[in-house]
């Protein structure tokens, strides 16, 4: 039998970013749980406009829990809808594991994140030879601690691409953490507040001004930062082309068109 409870990944934000998989899991769906303050209410109006549904952004984990228990023992699917993807900051972890104590069976679906939908809004490649091959996710230290080998000035040493969740609200603090690492105040940065959404907003500097153009925008809640060389190399002329359809590359598919 096919699990009753299923996380969902709603995608970054526009309803139509939600996976096929995900889209007939809530429209199979009797009850729903659903991310409030970031999911955009008309998706479950859209793919499960028939379902009990329930906002979980004023609920206990303990309230969700009995809500989706409720719900399988009466023999009904539950969707557990959360942004983005729910790997990605999603706090499934919790959930999973009462579940398992449970002995109630599940499955994760994943969806787009966020850092995905900004990149796409950005028209921007997050991975450049000779430029960035590297992608890191993290956030800065707020009311949730982060170890201390992963604080932001150790990762910035890196000099990778980073995609900074959870942390416009401390802008400020993030331009310091960057700058004591590989970066430096004309290393080029963007914010993208609400990736995906009808109000999407694109702010693009420098970590000289970046923190001066967010606050001037109002910018506090729900938005990326991306920092990184990968996000000038295409103002500053740098060679930054892949090798996979050059003429002079083969591998298993195709023979060099050179010699």
């Keep these: 039998m096919s699990p009753q409870v299923s996380f969902v990944g709603a ?87 009462a579940l398992d104590r449970l002995g109630v069976a599940y499955r994760v679906v994943p969806g787009v994140t966020s850092a995905f939908a900004a990149a796409a809004a950005l028209k921007q490649e997050l991975t450049l030879p000779e430029v960035s091959q590297s992608v890191i996710f ?43 690492g590989a970066y430096t105040p004309e290393t080029a940065a963007a914010v993208v507040c609400r990736a995906s ?18 606050r001037e925008a109002g910018i506090d809640r729900q938005a990326l930062i991306i920092v990184g060389d990968v996000l000038a190399a295409r103002r500053e002329g740098l060679k930054a082309r892949s090798l996979l359809y050059d003429d002079a590359f083969s591998h298993g598919f195709r023979g060099s068109a050179i010699g």
């Design 11 to 97: 995608g970054p934000g526009a309803a139509d970013l939600i996976t096929i998989r995900g889209a007939r899991l809530l429209r199979h769906a009797d009850v729903v749980v659903y991310a409030g303050s970031l999911v955009d209410r008309e998706l479950v109006r859209r793919y499960a406009a028939t379902a009990d549904v329930y906002d979980s952004a004023g609920m206990t984990l303990d309230e969700v829990l009995s809500v989706v228990m409720e719900a399988v023992t009466a023999g009904k699917n539950v969707v557990r809808l959360h942004t983005g993807d729910p790997s990605i900051y999603g706090a499934i972890q919790e959930q999973m594991e």
């Design 138 to 180: 993290t956030r800065m230290e707020g009311r949730t601690p982060v170890p201390e080998r992963e604080r932001l000035s150790r990762i910035a040493g890196i000099g990778a691409t980073l995609v900074i969740y959870l942390s416009v609200g401390m802008i400020d603090r993030v331009v310091e953490e960057l700058l004591a």
């Design 197 to 214: 959404w009808e109000d999407e907003l694109i702010i693009e500097g420098t970590l000289a001004d970046i923190a001066a153009k967010v």
